[in-house]
């Protein structure tokens, strides 16, 4: 089973992006084939494609407190087990440091990635879109996980590489 590992910094909106595609059409999954327990996982069907995604803790760079340290090492044991992943980042807070640090490790995987700017709420949240583009990359995906906005057309594209 093809498995998608949601990554990012502390509350760009992991989980809530995870909960609300584990809404859609999933199940809950705890016997997920060498899975950590402490892992939240959850197997999709869309457009008649099977995938399994699983939420990650947010990734802090610098292992300030014990925490953190766990939370980096989680995501790291994540994306080894991951086929996709999909980076989250916050259009609020616009593009942070860590955010470019975290897609450099990403990046040396080799696996495919998918980015995705979260909290676009409405037409007047787009224009902070510009600024994630100096990450490198020729698509974004604007997606508010609180409402439901882009998640259909994220979730179409992911399901073509499957
Ligand atoms: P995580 O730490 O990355 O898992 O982030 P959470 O899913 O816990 O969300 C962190 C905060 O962002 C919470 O207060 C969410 O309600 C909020 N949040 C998540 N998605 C959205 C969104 O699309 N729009 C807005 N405005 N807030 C969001
Ligand atoms: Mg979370």
């Known amino acids: 089973m093809t498995l998608v590992a949601i990554v990012g910094r502390p509350n760009v909106g992991k989980s809530t992006l995870f909960n609300r595609i584990s809404r859609k059409t999933s199940a809950l999954v705890d016997d997920f084939p060498g899975v950590t327990r402490d892992r939240n996982y959850a197997q999709i069907t869309w457009e008649g494609?099977?995938?399994?995604?699983?939420?990650?803790?947010?990734?802090?760079?610098?292992?300030?407190?014990?925490?953190?340290?766990?939370?980096?090492e989680q995501v790291l044991l994540a994306l080894?087990?991951?086929?996709?992943?999909?980076?989250?980042?916050?259009?609020?807070?616009?593009?942070?440091?860590?955010?470019?640090?975290?897609?450099?490790?990403?990046?040396?995987?080799?696996?495919?990635?998918?980015?995705?700017?979260?909290?676009?709420?409405?037409?007047?949240?787009?224009?902070?879109?510009?600024?994630?583009?100096?990450?490198?990359?020729?698509?974004?995906?604007?997606?508010?996980?609180?409402?439901g906005f882009g998640i259909g057309e994220l979730m179409t594209d992911l399901a073509e590489l499957i």
């Open 49 to 72: 494609k099977s995938f399994a995604f699983v939420d990650t803790g947010g990734y802090v760079s610098t292992d300030s407190s014990f925490i953190e340290k766990q939370a980096r």
């Open 80 to 147: 080894e087990e991951a086929d996709i992943i999909l980076f989250v980042a916050d259009a609020k807070t616009g593009l942070h440091p860590e955010d470019t640090l975290l897609v450099d490790i990403l990046r040396r995987t080799s696996k495919p990635i998918f980015y995705a700017v979260n909290k676009i709420d409405g037409p007047e949240q787009t224009r902070h879109l510009a600024e994630f583009y100096e990450l490198g990359i020729d698509r974004l995906y604007p997606i508010s996980s609180a409402h």
